[in-house]
């Protein structure tokens, strides 16, 4: 098949909620936009099947009941509720500057015809007084922070609403291509390669401004049911971005021992994509221990992390187990109000479906819940390091959502569409005024033999047993800090790690096999993780320690807290 | 294994084929066939969009929530 050459301005890499919002901005200059996307922009993404929870700072009402900016900034950072949990891990000054947008966006959505006020206020909404009325309220609940600031709302189909207003835009969206390297000249970027994952079609974008906007990293470590896919989020995210960056040079921010989660168990046991979702489950969703104790009265509770970390911990050392999800003390109300915002929600909404086919009850039953959120670091890991412009150190990237560098506990939508609006604005404004592309043609020959070449060998590896022999040896060598306390479940050594890199090299040197597009889509998928294990365990390793500051760091070698004042840089290839 | 399309009510529109995030559709002849079920995420998503309601979310064993019915 023939290659393709497409031509564009401003090329938006991840077409998720962050991903269409920044074609949407950047359509509003006189540019030409393209939106690529791995799979189908209307349901990809982890927003893809809906979302019903978004924190929000909005003026006219926190404002008036005597709240900053600066106390949402706090619950994001070590000195909210969340206590030690997140402590110094975020940028403050971007997260301050997601934190003043967010209303703003809120607004945007509402034109884009997403449904955010309703004319029912319950009982349990903060701000607004209960009961019916004629022009509709937010609806605000409290997740974890100190502030109540979640406004739930329909966003069951945002994506679809967020495609249609793209192609109101005239943003050209291609789905079914997976973007793999990114094309640079003089240290500007000047486009991007990708392959179509149905036709097997090899693609040269050239662009003058591209935002990448691909997500977290999924496939890192191995799921408890042994399913490679069962997992909370979107499988198709595996670091796609942050290594197409790192090889184009852009600076990353590595975390190896990032935390993330609620500080355990939100999560159902066995099927990963449901979840509790502690602010799903508001008003009624409370946890409890084997002996029938409630150990948390709601999951979105202002109780500090901390306290409810030891708790648990508590519960773990003398043999309360298993924990469960308990909504069977709640009102019919409040249980109509729960249904509602799972059916809203992403993580919610096939449960909802599994709950029906198997004849389970949230009046009747209690469900299991897992201590933590298994097989993945999303959400931190890597990241692209960004200004508050969303540019990179590469000129003509910009990067927002889950790929850059940690911004705060919980950050994840509004982070997403915050970033996603403003790196779009920034990428066409820079575009306006940069030259004519000029493509490397070496560049796009030696990708295209890279890309295709799962398609020539006939005796070699599966994908699957990469990504499995990864997932184990990160497992074994590499250990998963989840949602509790350091120190708690985590097993590393430097001899472990450093043996553990060379088994990667060994995993990278398989010859790959790909019996079709689809698959070679997956091979390359997992070259990316194991280039995102390697960073990671280069960083554990790594003896550049700096003293407690803006950024944060542990290294768990040595089972004590060490501080990093600024993002550590690799350059591509790692050594 | 998942998902699960009821060839009595499916009309062959392809919809679950152009919309599955993890693209684990493909065409067939008459209905549409799932080629890769290791690769659902199940997530719902052709559930949701399928107008004839045809597909059903069907959890492997080891993925099935565990429940205690209290009431």
């Known amino acids: 098949m023939e290659d393709a050459l497409v031509k564009c301005d401003v090329l938006v890499v991840g077409g998720g909620l962050g991903g269409c919002l920044a074609a ?44 900053t900016i600066e106390d949402v900034v706090k619950d994001m950072s070590f000195k909210g509720p969340y206590g030690k949990l997140t402590e110094g891990f975020i940028d403050q000054e971007l997260c301050e500057s997601i934190v ?10 509402e034109r884009f015809g997403v449904k955010f006020r ?14 019916e009325y004629e022009e509709a309220k937010f609806r605000i609940v409290p997740a974890f922070q100190s502030v109540p600031d979640v406004l739930n709302y329909e966003g069951r189909d945002i994506k679809r609403k967020l495609t249609k207003e793209a192609k109101k835009r005239s943003v050209n969206i291609m789905n079914r291509v997976m973007v793999t390297s990114l094309l640079t000249n003089e240290g500007s970027v000047v486009g991007a390669t990708g392959v179509n994952t149905r036709t097997g079609q090899f693609i040269v974008f050239e662009a003058k401004a591209i935002v990448l906007h691909t997500g977290g990293c999924n ?5 408890r049911t042994g399913y490679l896919f069962n997992r909370q989020d979107c499988p198709n995210l595996t670091g796609d971005g942050e290594i197409m960056a790192l090889k184009a040079g852009a600076e990353l921010f590595v975390t190896p021992a990032r935390k993330r989660g609620h500080g355990a168990f939100q999560y159902l046991k066995n099927f990963a994509r449901a979840s509790g979702a502690a602010t799903s489950c508001y008003p009624a969703g409370r946890y409890i221990n084997s002996e029938g104790e409630v150990v948390v009265e709601h999951p979105a509770s202002r109780e500090p992390l901390r306290v409810r970390r030891e708790k648990v911990e508590t519960d773990i050392r003398e043999g309360r187990l298993p924990f469960y999800l308990d909504l069977t003390q709640a009102t019919e109300e409040q249980i109509k109000y729960v249904e509602w915002s799972y059916s809203n929600e992403s993580l919610c909404w096939a449960f909802l479906e599994i709950m029906r086919d198997m004849g389970l009850d949230f009046r009747k039953d209690i469900f299991e819940l897992d201590l933590e959120k298994p097989g993945t670091i999303s959400g931190g890991g890597v990241g692209i390091f960004i200004d508050t412009n969303c540019a990179t150190s590469v000129k003509g990237l910009f990067a927002g959502g889950d790929i850059v560098q940690p911004i705060g506990a919980e950050t994840t939508g509004p982070q997403a569409v915050v970033l996603g609006w403003r790196a779009g604005d920034r990428a066409a404004e820079y575009a306006l005024k940069a030259p004519e592309p000029v493509v490397d043609e070496r560049q796009v020959r030696d990708e295209r033999r890279r890309v295709l070449a799962p398609l020539e060998v006939k005796d070699g590896v599966a994908w699957q047993e990469l990504n499995v022999a990864l997932n184990g040896l990160m497992a074994d060598y590499m250990g998963y800090v989840g949602g509790l306390s350091l120190g708690f479940n985590d097993v590393r050594s430097e001899h472990g790690l450093e043996s553990l890199l060379n088994r990667l090299r060994e995993l990278r040197s398989q010859p790959l096999n790909a019996k079709d597009p689809h698959e070679v889509m997956r091979c390359l998928e997992v070259l990316n993780l194991i280039d995102v294990g390697e960073l990671l365990i280069k960083a ?25 004042q600024r993002p550590i840089v690799y350059k591509y290839p790692i050594e | 294994m998942p998902p699960k399309i009821d060839l009595k009510l499916c009309k062959g529109c392809n919809v679950c084929v152009d919309i599955c995030p993890l693209d684990v559709f493909k065409e067939g002849a008459k209905a549409p066939v799932v080629a890769y079920p290791d690769e659902c995420w199940h997530c719902g998503a052709c559930v949701m969009d399928c107008p004839e309601e045809a597909i059903r979310l069907v959890l492997p064993v080891p993925m099935r929530p565990v429940a205690i019915r209290i009431k």
């Open chain 1, 219 to 223: 496939r890192l470590y191995p799921t």
């Open chain 1, 118 to 131: 309703f004319k029912k206020i319950y009982p349990w909404n903060y701000f607004v007084e209960p009961g």
């Open chain 1, 540 to 564: 554990a390793l790594d003896p550049r320690i700096y003293e407690k500051g803006k950024w944060f760091m542990a290294k768990l070698a040595v089972k004590e807290m060490k501080f990093f």
């Open chain 1, 100 to 109: 003043r947008e967010t209303y703003d966006r809120v607004l945007d959505l």
């Open chain 1, 24 to 67: 949407i901005k950047a359509s509003e200059y006189d540019v030409k936009v393209i939106l690529v996307e791995k799979a189908n922009a209307k349901r990809s993404g982890s927003a893809g099947t809906g979302n019903d929870h978004f924190w929000c700072y909005i003026p006219e009402i926190h404002g008036k009941a005597g709240l």
